[in-house]
Nanobody, 119 residues
Framework: QVQLVESGGGLVQPGGSLRLWCTAS????????MAWYRQAPAKERELVAV???????EYAQSVQGRFSISRNVAVNTLSLQMNSLQPEDTAVYYC?????????????WGKGTLVTVSS
């Protein structure tokens, strides 16, 4: 019903910046919230940032002040601006969407995009 495709990952040096994009298609009118997750090698998947249906954003403590999430409902895109990147930010980043109806929300995932921070 909803398809998510990430883009923008790549190799960047410590201290550098990168912007990730997620494009949603399908029943996008039923998307209530979207988020970015990441999973580093040998670690559990963790929430990075979320934008709620009312526009309120939240960030993991580890990225607060460095990352910024933004959703453009009109064109069905989600972005993550990442600044001051550190080696510990290296991970596969996944786009996530919560899709209605309101009384039966479902979770959809993209396939992920790899971000590598290394000198």
């Amino acid at each position: 019903q909803v398809q998510l495709v990430e883009s923008g990952g790549g190799l960047v040096q410590p201290g550098g910046s990168l912007r990730l994009w997620c494009t949603a298609s399908g029943s996008t009118y039923n998307i209530y919230a979207m988020a970015w997750y990441r999973q580093a090698p040998a670690k559990e998947r963790e929430l990075v940032a979320v934008v709620q249906s009312d526009g309120v954003t939240e960030y993991a403590q580890s990225v607060q002040g460095r990352f910024s999430i933004s959703r453009n409902v009109a064109v069905n895109t989600l972005s993550l601006q990442m600044n001051s990147l550190q080696p510990e930010d290296t991970a596969v980043y996944y786009c996530n969407a919560q899709v209605g109806p309101p009384n039966l929300l479902m979770t959809y995932w993209g396939k992920g995009t790899l971000v590598t921070v290394s000198s």
